[in-house]
C-alpha cells in the first residue's frame, strides 16, 4: 500500500472516532470493558466461583500488524495436552469437594477457566476477565465503574514468568493466586506479590539442593545451561551462588529459548562440545528441553552427565524423545511421588460432545484420536470421522501419561486449600453460612494460614512467603530393555532437617552416563595429593591450578591443600612434604671417623708427651736435661698432657658441665705452658747476660722467680675464666639456623667477651714469649734451646692466627674440629719444636750429652 492510500484511510478512522465520541455524550452513561469480551474456555455456575489460567496450546501464530486496524484476537496453536490435565486436576477437586458433605456443605463451587496459549499478555488479560467479568453495566455517571471480584481464588499459571505478571496485577486486588508449578524464588517476595502462593517448593532451595548434589558427587568443574526466563535465570543465579560457596566452578553458562533461532542454539552446542567439563547442570523447562534435545540428538553429544531440575527429569515425554540416549544416566530433583485416588480415571473420562465447551474438547479429541467431528472438513480421505465415544484407554500419549501425578497434585491441593479456607470463613459446622460473601482479601488471610492433610495423608500448609516445604526427591534415569526411561529414586533432599542430613542418598546403584557405574570425573585439575600445594592458574577459576610440592621444612597432610605448613623447629619434612619427622642431630662424636681421628691423635700426643717425660725422667741428671731448668721441663710436659687430654672434652654431646669444662680447661692448661716455655726462654736470656763480667742477673730470676712467674701468668687466666663462668657461663646450645635440616648440638660461648679474653691473653703471652725467643736465636751456645722455642712459637702463632677465620667460617660441628685441631696442632709444635731434638741427643747422640760440648760455641 502506498503513502497516498494511506492517508485517507487514517482520516476516516479518526472521524469515526470523533463521531463516536460525540454520540456518546447523548448515550446513557455505560461502563464498558475495553477491548472484545473473553469468553472462558470452561464454565460452571456456583456459589463461590474460582478461576483457572492454562495453556491448553503452547503456542499462536505470528502476525504482521499494520497499526491500521483493530488487531484480531490472538490465533492459538500446538495443542499443550499438559493445560488439559492440570485443567482436569481442578475439575476433579472441585467435583469432588461439591460432593462432600465434610468440607463446604451447601455451598456449590463453581469454575471458570482461561486458556492463555502460553502468551504472557494473554495471561494478564484473562487475569483481568476473571476479576472484573465481561459484562456491560449501565450506571450512573457518578457512581465508578468498580465491581466485586468475579471470582475468590485462580488457580494457575505454570510457569514463572506469566505467574509473575498475573501476579503483580492481581496484587492490588488481593485476589489469592495459587501456583502448582512456578517455582522461581522471586515470588516470594511479599512485597511485590502480596497475594501470591504455590503449592510446588520454591527454587531457593533447589538450586542449593542441586548444588549440594554436584558437590556430594565431587563434580568441582561443570558447565550449565538454563531457560532465558524468570525461572532459569532466577534459578541459576541462586545455583551459581551456592556452587561458589562450596567450591564449584562453571566452565560455561548458557541460556536457551524455545523460541531462539537454530544459529543461537547450535552457538550453545558448540560450547558444549568445546568444553572440557563433563557434568551438565540444566536449569530448563520442559518445553525448552523439547527443543534443546533434538539439537543435542543431531549432533550426538553423548558421553555427559546430565543434573536436571524438576521441570524436565521426571518427565516421560522427555525421555520417549531422548531416542539417541544422551540423557541416559540423568540425575536431578523431582517433586515426591504422589496418588490421589479417582484422579487417573477422571481424567480420562472426557466426554467431548458433553462438555461444556465443545469447540475446545472437540480440538483436543481431534488430535488425540487423529480424526474429524464433521466429514465435509476432512481435508485427507484417508482421516476418519470422530464419534466421540472412542476409548481414550488405549491410547498411550503424553495426556493418558500419569507420571505427572505429583504436579496435578499440586492442583488438587491448591483448590482444597481455597475450599479449607472458605469452610472457616463461612463457619460450616453442619451447613455453612450462605449470608455471609467473603471477598478475596479475607480469603487470602485464611489460606496462608490453614494446615490440613489431604485424604491420601499430604500435609499442606504456607510459611510466610507462600511457599509449601522444600521436599525433593533425588531420581536417577536408567533405561531398561524396552528403551523405556525408569525413573529410580536414589535419595531425597529436605531443606527443613539440619543442614548435614538434608541430602541423603540411599544404598543404591546409581546408573551414569553411558550405562557405567563408576561416578564421572569432572574437574578442571586433578586432586592436589598430600604433601603439595594448590597454586591457581592465572585467569582462570579457582577450580583450575597447579600442584606444587612444598618446600623444604615445610609439609601438607591433606588433600587440596591451599598451603604448606612450616613444620616445628626441631622437625624437618620427609621425601614425601606430607609429614615432619625429628631433625637428626649432630655434634662431635666418637663413632664418626672425625671423632675417632682427633681422639686417637689426642691419645697419641698424650702417650708421647708421657714418653717423653719418662726419657727426661730416666735422664734428668744429664747436661741436657739439667741445661734448662729441669722443672720447668717437666712442668711443661705436665701442661702439654693437659693440652693433649683438654681437646677430649670437645668430643662427644654438650652437656652444661662439658661446655664449661672445655673452655676452660683449654684456656688454663696452654697459659699453663705457655707461661713455662716463657720461663724457659728468660732462663736462656738470663743465662747468657749472667756470663758477661760483672753480671748478677740470675739472682733476680732464679727458680723462685721461675715458679712464681708460672703461677702467676696461670692465675691470671683464672681469674678471667671465674668472671666468665660467673657473669655468662657457656651452655649447651640447639643451633637450628647453619643446617635447615639438622639440629646442630653446640657450646653456646655464653659471654663472647670472655672467650675472647681468654684467647687474647693465651695470644699474648705466645707473642711475647716468640719475641723473646726471636731475640735469643742467635746466642752463641752450641745447643741454643731458644732457636727450637722461636720455631715452636712461630708454629703456635700461625696455628691460632689461621683458627679464627676457620673458626668463624666453620658450621656445626666442624667449628668444634677446627678447635681441636688447633690444639693438637699447637701442642705438637710446642712437644716437638722443644723436646725431639733433645730426646734425639739423649737417645741417638749421648756423645754429644756433654758438658762441654754443649758449652762450645
Request: charged share 20%.
Amino acid at each position: 500500500m502506498t503513502s497516498p492510500q494511506i492517508w485517507p484511510q487514517q482520516g476516516w478512522a479518526l472521524l469515526h472516532l470523533l463521531l463516536m465520541a460525540t454520540l456518546s455524550q447523548a448515550e446513557e452513561p455505560v461502563c464498558r470493558q475495553r477491548g472484545d469480551s473473553e469468553i472462558p474456555q470452561l464454565y460452571k455456575d456456583g456459589d463461590i466461583m474460582l478461576g483457572g489460567i492454562f495453556s491448553f496450546h503452547s503456542s499462536w501464530k505470528n502476525r504482521q500488524y499494520t497499526y491500521i486496524q483493530k488487531p484480531p484476537p490472538l490465533q492459538c496453536t500446538r495443542l499443550n495436552f499438559r493445560g488439559f490435565q492440570f485443567a482436569q486436576a481442578m475439575l476433579f477437586a472441585i467435583e469432588e469437594i461439591n460432593n462432600s458433605t465434610d468440607l463446604l456443605p451447601g455451598i456449590k463451587l463453581g469454575y471458570k477457566i482461561y486458556n492463555t496459549c502460553s502468551s504472557i499478555a494473554r495471561g494478564v488479560r484473562m487475569a483481568l476477565a476473571l476479576a472484573n467479568g465481561n459484562k456491560e453495566s449501565f450506571l450512573p455517571s457518578e457512581t465508578p465503574c468498580t465491581r466485586p471480584a468475579q471470582v475468590q481464588a485462580i488457580m494457575g499459571e505454570t510457569s514463572s514468568s506469566p505467574c509473575m505478571a498475573i501476579a503483580t496485577v492481581m496484587g492490588p486486588f488481593h485476589i489469592p493466586m495459587i501456583s502448582h508449578f512456578a517455582t522461581c524464588a522471586c515470588l516470594s517476595d511479599k512485597v511485590k506479590y502480596p497475594s501470591f502462593l504455590r503449592t510446588i517448593p520454591s527454587d531457593y532451595y533447589q538450586s542449593r539442593a542441586l548444588a549440594q548434589l554436584v558437590k556430594h558427587f565431587g563434580w568441582t568443574w561443570v558447565g550449565a545451561v538454563r531457560t532465558n526466563d524468570d525461572y532459569g535465570n532466577n534459578g541459576m543465579a541462586t545455583f551459581i551462588e551456592t556452587a561458589e560457596q562450596l567450591g564449584i566452578c562453571l566452565e560455561y553458562s548458557e541460556a536457551v529459548f524455545r523460541t531462539d533461532p537454530p544459529e543461537k542454539i547450535r552457538q550453545v552446542i558448540n560450547v558444549i562440545m568445546a568444553s572440557t567439563s563433563k557434568v551438565i547442570v540444566a536449569f530448563l523447562s520442559h518445553k525448552d528441553m523439547d527443543v534443546l534435545i533434538h539439537y543435542l540428538s543431531n549432533h550426538n553429544l553423548t558421553g555427559y552427565q546430565w543434573v536436571g531440575s524438576e521441570s524436565w527429569i521426571f518427565d516421560s515425554q522427555i525421555a520417549a524423545m531422548d531416542t539417541h540416549h544422551i540423557l541416559d544416566g540423568a540425575i536431578g530433583l523431582s517433586i515426591p511421588k504422589a496418588h490421589v485416588s479417582g484422579m487417573k480415571e477422571f481424567m480420562l473420562d472426557v466426554k467431548p460432545l458433553n462438555s461444556s465447551s465443545n469447540e475446545l474438547f472437540k480440538e483436543f479429541w481431534e488430535t488425540l484420536f487423529s480424526c474429524k467431528f464433521r466429514q465435509n472438513d476432512l481435508s485427507d480421505s484417508n482421516q476418519r470421522k470422530c464419534t466421540g465415544n472412542e476409548d481414550l484407554y488405549e491410547k498411550h500419549n503424553s495426556f493418558t501419561d500419569m507420571s505427572l501425578m505429583p504436579i496435578f497434585n499440586n492442583v488438587y491441593k491448591g483448590v482444597y486449600a481455597v475450599a479449607h479456607a472458605l469452610h472457616n470463613i463461612l463457619d460450616c459446622k453442619r451447613m455453612c453460612n450462605n449470608k455471609v460473601h467473603p471477598d478475596p482479601f479475607t480469603i487470602l488471610q485464611h489460606i496462608r494460614k490453614i494446615q490440613f492433610k489431604t485424604k491420601e495423608g499430604d500435609e499442606v500448609y504456607f510459611n510466610e512467603n507462600g511457599d509449601p516445604a522444600a521436599k525433593y526427591e533425588i531420581i536417577n534415569w536408567q533405561p531398561t530393555q524396552n528403551d523405556i526411561v525408569d525413573f529410580v529414586p536414589v535419595g531425597f533432599y529436605d531443606a527443613s532437617l539440619p543442614a548435614d542430613r538434608q541430602l541423603i542418598l540411599e544404598n543404591k546403584t546409581i546408573l551414569w552416563t553411558q550405562n557405567s557405574l563408576q561416578v564421572p570425573l569432572s574437574v578442571c585439575s586433578e586432586k592436589c595429593p598430600p604433601g603439595t600445594r594448590k597454586v591457581l592458574q592465572k585467569g582462570k577459576p579457582v577450580c583450575c591450578y597447579d600442584c606444587i610440592r612444598c618446600a623444604e621444612g615445610e609439609f601438607s597432610n591433606i588433600i587440596d591443600s591451599i598451603t604448606c605448613e612450616q613444620c616445628p623447629p626441631e622437625f624437618w619434612s620427609n621425601e614425601k612434604r606430607d609429614a615432619c619427622v625429628k631433625k637428626e642431630t649432630e655434634f662431635l662424636s666418637y663413632e664418626e671417623i672425625m671423632g675417632s681421628l682427633l681422639t686417637g691423635a689426642s691419645l697419641f700426643g698424650t702417650c708421647m708427651t708421657c714418653l717423653v717425660a719418662c726419657i727426661f725422667f730416666r735422664y734428668r741428671k744429664t747436661p741436657i736435661v739439667r741445661a734448662n731448668n729441669t722443672e720447668l721441663s717437666f712442668l711443661l710436659l705436665f701442661s702439654l698432657t693437659l693440652c693433649f687430654l683438654c681437646s677430649l672434652t670437645f668430643i662427644g654431646q654438650p652437656s652444661e658441665w662439658s661446655c664449661m669444662l672445655r673452655h676452660t680447661a683449654f684456656g688454663i692448661t696452654f697459659v699453663l705452658c705457655i707461661s713455662c716455655v716463657l720461663g724457659k726462654t728468660i732462663v736462656v736470656l738470663m743465662a747468657f747476660r749472667a756470663t758477661l763480667p760483672g753480671s748478677n742477673v740470675m739472682k733476680w730470676f732464679g727458680p723462685v722467680q721461675q715458679r712464681l712467674s708460672v703461677v702467676g701468668f696461670t692465675l691470671i687466666q683464672v681469674l678471667i675464666c671465674i668472671l666468665w663462668l660467673t657473669i655468662s657461663p657457656p651452655f649447651p646450645f640447639k643451633n637450628f639456623k647453619d643446617f635447615k635440616d639438622k639440629i646442630i648440638i653446640e657450646c653456646a660461648l655464653g659471654s663472647a667477651i670472655g672467650f675472647w679474653a681468654v684467647l687474647g691473653y693465651i695470644g699474648l703471652l705466645a707473642l711475647l714469649c716468640f719475641v723473646l725467643a726471636f731475640l735469643a736465636r742467635k746466642l752463641p751456645d752450641n745447643f741454643n734451646e731458644a732457636k727450637f722455642i722461636t720455631f715452636s712459637m712461630l708454629i703456635f702463632c700461625a696455628v691460632w692466627i689461621t683458627f679464627i677465620p676457620a673458626y668463624v667460617s666453620s658450621p656445626g660441628k666442624f667449628s668444634v674440629a677446627v678447635e681441636i685441631f688447633a690444639i693438637l696442632a699447637s701442642s705438637f709444635g710446642l712437644l716437638i719444636c722443644i723436646f725431639i731434638p733433645k730426646c734425639y741427643i739423649i737417645l741417638l747422640k749421648p756423645e754429644k750429652n756433654t758438658k762441654k760440648n754443649m758449652m762450645s760455641k
